[in-house]
């Protein structure tokens, strides 16, 4: 199982939009959207858990492409770090 990032997305995206969005390269597994709390509009991340080959796939289809008028980024996802001190 890989988790994606998406970053970029409109604040008119929702979970399902996206998910038939990602579906269309194979079955999402899981996937959180961040939404603002007071009006529930996409706050334009989230993240999605696929497949290797299937992630793989969608990340090259669609990293890049226009959503709603707006350009999304898509890739692995990367843990953050604690800082040191």
Known sequence: ????SVRGLPRSMDE?????LFAA???VHGLRMAKDLF?????GCA???ME???????IAAL???TQGG?????????EKRGRRR
Do not use: F
């Not at 199982?1 to 994606?4: G, Y």
């Not at 399902?16 to 038939?20: A, M, P, R, S, V």
């Not at 009006?39 to 706050?43: A, D, F």
């Open 47 to 49: 993240e999605l858990q």
């Open 52 to 58: 290797g080959h299937e992630a793989r796939a969608a």
């Open 25 to 27: 390269h194979g079955r």
């Open 63 to 65: 990293n890049g492409s």
């Open 70 to 78: 707006d350009m999304i980024r898509v890739g692995l996802h990367e």
């Open 16 to 20: 399902k939009t996206l998910g038939e």
């Open 1 to 4: 199982m890989i988790k994606i």
């Open 39 to 43: 009006s529930g509009e996409c706050k």
